[in-house]
């Protein structure tokens, strides 16, 4: 069968023919735009910063870029194997059906050279800086294996599809950490405590995992009131078939009030002067629930919540706060826990 008749068949039927993607079709899937979520591993850093009193030298500013520039190739090599695995379901979402890989035909081996160069590219960047921010970064990638590979392909699995993809927000954070953290050598034994310590504590983790759990549920109840239609929905992600309104609500105030729980835990043993964000903290995720109720919600996609203007200056002038906290000793705050403590 000859090209003309082919598209003389397809033509007949009404069936649109894909445009071969060119380069920036195979550019735009690694989705460089997102790099921007890499912002997660600054509060990592400030926090080992606090912690550690890293020296700021050329040495330093060299592990920043090269573990940022880790962090975004593997992002993106999960992105890839992202949107290739998931074009035939991407069709079905009213505003994912025009990305790249649903309006244009691409050549497989070219999909996983791509991936494959950028993984080992971020993995050999990552190796430049510690061997635990190499663990690190290899688990990124293989949560990227496991959220969209089959047999596993979390992001199926109702509510594990938001735990699984969520849990990339501790692993920039641990990222951030590990830059600026002492690169000790592999413990001797297990009772090497001050191998140990150089990890975050766990509280700040958990509390990061559940904080972008709350924000992943909100998006999937935007996207899910978008689409409308159940059924279609459940042909876009097979986890929306068993997912309701209801249920999404109630997984968004679980996440929630567990990163609460951890935060304060957090801020109690760790940093006490960050006491004095919680209230803000609170305003953050309510303001962002109330975004994320609306109709059409910006939060289906971080290349439109930016159009909420006043939303993203109180975000900037959150992290402004929180910075300066971590490096500003209250003493009265101090005292008042202690003497709060005597009644």
């Given at each position: 069968?000859?090209?003309?008749?082919?598209?003389?068949?397809t033509?007949k039927?009404?069936?649109?023919l894909?445009?071969?993607?060119?380069?920036?079709?195979?550019?735009?899937?690694?989705?460089?735009?997102n790099?921007?979520?890499?912002?997660?591993?600054?509060?990592?850093?400030l926090f080992?910063?606090s912690?550690?009193?890293?020296p700021?030298?050329?040495?330093?500013l060299?592990?920043?870029?090269?573990g940022?520039?880790?962090?975004?190739?593997?992002?993106?090599?999960?992105?890839?194997?992202?949107?290739y695995?998931?074009?035939?379901f991407?069709?079905?979402h009213?505003?994912?059906?025009?990305?790249?890989?649903?309006?244009?035909?691409v050549?497989?081996?070219?999909?996983?050279?791509?991936?494959?160069?950028?993984?080992?590219?971020?993995?050999?960047?990552?190796?430049l800086?510690?061997?635990?921010?190499?663990l690190?970064?290899?688990f990124?990638?293989?949560?990227?294996?496991i959220?969209n590979?089959?047999?596993?392909?979390?992001k199926?699995?109702?509510?594990?599809d938001v735990?699984?993809e969520?849990?990339?927000?501790?692993?920039r954070?641990?990222?951030g950490?590990?830059i600026?953290?002492?690169?000790?050598?592999?413990?001797?034994?297990?009772?090497?405590?001050?191998?140990?310590?150089?990890?975050?504590?766990?509280?700040?983790v958990?509390?990061?995992?559940?904080?972008?759990?709350?924000?992943m549920?909100?998006k999937?109840?935007?996207?899910?009131?978008?689409?409308?239609?159940p059924?279609?929905?459940?042909?876009?992600?097979?986890?929306?078939?068993?997912?309701?309104?209801?249920?999404?609500?109630v997984?968004?105030?679980?996440?929630?009030?567990?990163?609460?729980?951890f935060?304060?835990?957090?801020?109690?043993?760790?940093?006490?002067?960050?006491?004095?964000?919680?209230?803000?903290?609170?305003?953050?995720f309510?303001?962002?629930?109330r975004?994320?109720?609306?109709?059409?919600?910006?939060v289906?996609?971080?290349?439109?919540?930016?159009?909420?203007?006043?939303?993203?200056?109180y975000?900037?002038l959150?992290?402004?706060?929180l910075c300066?906290?971590?490096?500003?000793?209250?003493?009265?705050?101090?005292w008042?826990?202690?003497?709060?403590?005597?009644?």
């Amino acid at each position: 069968m000859n090209n003309q008749t082919l598209i003389n068949i397809t033509q007949k039927n009404d069936i649109p023919l894909k445009k071969t993607a060119v380069l920036k079709d195979y550019i735009a899937i690694a989705r460089p735009d997102n790099w921007v979520k890499n912002v997660f591993m600054f509060p990592g850093m400030l926090f080992a910063l606090s912690v550690f009193n890293t020296p700021l030298n050329i040495h330093l500013l060299l592990k920043i870029i090269l573990g940022l520039a880790s962090a975004c190739l593997i992002a993106s090599s999960n992105y890839v194997i992202n949107e290739y695995l998931d074009a035939d379901f991407d069709k079905f979402h009213p505003l994912k059906k025009k990305r790249s890989l649903v309006v244009h035909q691409v050549n497989p081996r070219l999909i996983y050279l791509e991936y494959t160069l950028m993984a080992l590219t971020g993995l050999f960047l990552a190796s430049l800086i510690s061997y635990k921010f190499t663990l690190l970064s290899a688990f990124f990638l293989f949560m990227g294996v496991i959220y969209n590979v089959r047999p596993f392909r979390s992001k199926e699995r109702v509510f594990l599809d938001v735990l699984t993809e969520s849990i990339n927000n501790p692993i920039r954070f641990c990222l951030g950490w590990f830059i600026f953290s002492p690169a000790l050598g592999i413990p001797d034994s297990k009772w090497d405590l001050n191998w140990i310590n150089t990890f975050p504590p766990a509280s700040i983790v958990i509390a990061y995992w559940m904080g972008g759990a709350f924000l992943m549920a909100t998006k999937r109840f935007a996207e899910y009131r978008v689409i409308g239609d159940p059924l279609v929905a459940g042909q876009y992600r097979r986890s929306f078939k068993f997912y309701t309104e209801n249920s999404l609500l109630v997984s968004m105030f679980f996440y929630a009030i567990t990163c609460a729980f951890f935060m304060g835990i957090f801020l109690i043993k760790d940093r006490i002067e960050l006491l004095l964000s919680f209230p803000f903290f609170a305003l953050l995720f309510s303001w962002y629930l109330r975004i994320g109720l609306l109709n059409d919600s910006p939060v289906q996609g971080s290349e439109k919540l930016h159009t909420r203007k006043w939303f993203m200056l109180y975000l900037f002038l959150f992290t402004t706060m929180l910075c300066m906290l971590m490096f500003i000793r209250i003493p009265w705050l101090y005292w008042f826990l202690k003497n709060a403590n005597n009644y």
